[in-house]
């Protein structure tokens, strides 16, 4: 048994009367991945965005290493730095060429030397196949290679968790491949990954767990070989029916 | 093929020719209108000794250009004052935290009492009423509580307009941000108002511009600058000629600064945007 990274323990979250969270509890091992899957709107991207603290939560734990993160008034900057994320859109600073994109919060948050960082970050372009871009802006790349100069600002601050939220879900379906092949990249070298997806076909190959939401609630959890053909639960298998129907998987 | 030139080519041409036509068909009725009517006016010689006498130009141009020196150092002091007084009046009313609320409050009020008066009584007001308490010099000078007149009543324009660059901001940019470990000073510092200031150069520039005219009201309260100075030439001739010498001085200044400005915002936007549309 590894390590256990990250762990949430009944966690709730609500805007206003409507519950979006209920009592999700989960628990992540160091080094795994594990997918959310679900219908639009059933809690997946909160969340992630709950993990990060971008979201305060009403009730239950969010233990990062075993220190509760999600105690009121916890500074949630130092956090933020060890769970790195990615959003469905980017979230580039448009302002800023991809190597200011990347270097800024090594720089500023981390008080790493600029010259340092730089180096840094052209190894991680190179890496990634994203040299020629360093100096680039934002909106003269597609989509694909934003969505890998973000990961690549994600991975800048060397987090120990990245939560990847819908990374794919704003690619052309050609530009899909080369997102998903960095997060089988950033797999391999053993970065514990926590994404929301609607690839099913990526979410069966490449995850540890896999998660059905619906309403909020975990409705199903466990290995994608389980999930994927035997789901418990009758809303899961309704779920996964439909996924089938349409060809997705 | 036989043509050289694309179909498309040919046609652009094409329409390129017609609009210069009429735009230069067009322009020259207007002009002639304006060349040939205007001097048929019953009073024309009359208007025109008095408000385009060569003589009196020449007379009263270096004066006014004397004068103007003090507009633009009214203007170089109050300027860089404005824009970061309004900054930080924007910020404070763009701040978050629930304990911070009586300093939005009093943003609020403070940008609705300034807007809400003509600049002029504030330049009244604060020109005459401040120094009316009794300070002793420098610190009872009409120049510099005219000034501090223009920099509150400019201030408040001027944050409403980085509040709206501000607000402008997609809510993501902020998300991305603190998703990588920045504090919200950091976010606001390298995120945000860098956004925000690029988004509202032109209604910037459009206050500056204001401002920059606006400085000559100062002269109401006193400081000879180059509205006052014109209206000395005037009474000294009896001639309006010195107003059209300062009007031809102040476009000299405000012509060349909006040029400016359109030619940086298209660099910039050339340089981190894609193709142009159309």
């Known amino acids: 048994m590894s390590n256990i990274k990250l762990s949430l323990r009944r966690l709730s979250k609500s805007y206003g009367h409507h519950i979006v969270l209920h009592n999700v509890s989960l628990d992540i091992a160091e080094g795994s991945v594990v997918t959310l899957i679900g219908p639009s709107g059933s809690g997946k991207s909160t969340l992630l965005r709950c993990i990060n603290l971008l979201e305060p939560i009403e009730d239950g734990e969010i233990f990062l290493d075993d220190v509760d993160i999600s105690v009121p008034g916890f500074d949630a900057n130092p956090v933020r730095r060890r769970i790195g994320m990615v959003f469905q859109n980017f979230n580039l600073f448009p302002h800023m060429s991809v190597m200011e994109n990347i270097i800024l919060s090594p720089t500023r948050t981390l008080g790493i030397n600029k010259a340092v960082a730089r180096a840094k970050a052209m190894e991680l372009l190179e890496r990634f196949g994203l040299a020629d871009k360093a100096n680039s802006y934002p909106d003269q790349l597609s989509g694909g290679q934003q969505q890998r100069v973000a990961i690549v600002r994600a991975l800048a601050i060397e987090p120990e968790v990245l939560l990847l939220d819908e990374i794919t879900s704003s690619l052309d379906p050609e530009l899909v491949g080369e997102v998903l092949d960095v997060v089988r990249e950033l797999k391999a070298s053993g970065m514990t990954l926590i994404l929301a997806t609607h690839e099913m076909g990526f979410a069966r190959d490449t995850s540890d767990v896999v998660c059905v939401l619906d309403g909020g609630y975990i409705i199903e959890q466990g290995p994608p070989s389980q999930v994927f053909t035997a789901p418990q639960s009758e809303r899961a298998q309704q779920f996964l029916q439909s996924i089938i129907n349409s060809g997705r998987l | ?278």
């Open chain 2, 1 to 278: 093929m036989a043509t050289t030139t694309s179909r498309r080519a040919a046609y652009e041409q094409a329409r390129k020719r017609r609009s210069i036509a009429v735009a230069t068909v067009s322009s020259l009725i207007v002009v002639t209108a304006i060349v040939l009517l205007v001097p048929q006016m019953p009073r024309w010689d009359r208007v025109r000794q008095s408000f385009f006498n060569g003589e009196r130009f020449r007379g009263s141009f270096p004066h006014l250009l004397r004068a103007f020196v003090l507009d633009v150092k009214i203007f170089a002091w109050s300027a860089p004052l404005i824009l970061i007084f309004a900054m930080l009046v924007a910020m404070a009313r763009n701040s978050r935290s629930s304990a911070l609320f009586p300093l939005r409050a009093f943003t609020i009020a403070y940008t609705d009492i300034m807007r809400g008066v003509p600049v002029i009584l504030w330049i009244y007001l604060i020109g005459f009423g401040v120094p009316g308490l009794g300070l002793d010099r420098p610190w009872n000078s009409p120049l510099l509580w005219g000034s501090v007149a223009l920099i509150l009543t400019y201030a408040s324009y001027v944050a409403e307009v980085f509040r709206a660059g501000i607000e402008s901001v997609h809510e993501s940019q902020r998300a991305a941000a603190r998703s990588l470990g920045l504090s919200n000073w950091q976010t606001m510092r390298f995120v945000v108002i860098p956004q925000a200031i690029r988004r509202v150069v032109p209604p910037l520039m459009n206050d500056l511009v204001s401002l920059q005219k606006d400085v000559a009201l100062v002269s109401l309260i006193g400081p000879i600058e180059i509205l006052r100075q014109a209206g000395i030439d005037k009474s000294k001739f009896a001639n309006f000629t010195p107003f059209i010498g300062a009007a031809v001085i102040f476009l000299c200044i405000t012509i060349p600064l909006t040029r400016t400005t359109d030619y940086l915002m298209e660099r910039e936007r050339r340089r981190t945007t894609g193709t142009k549309v159309r």
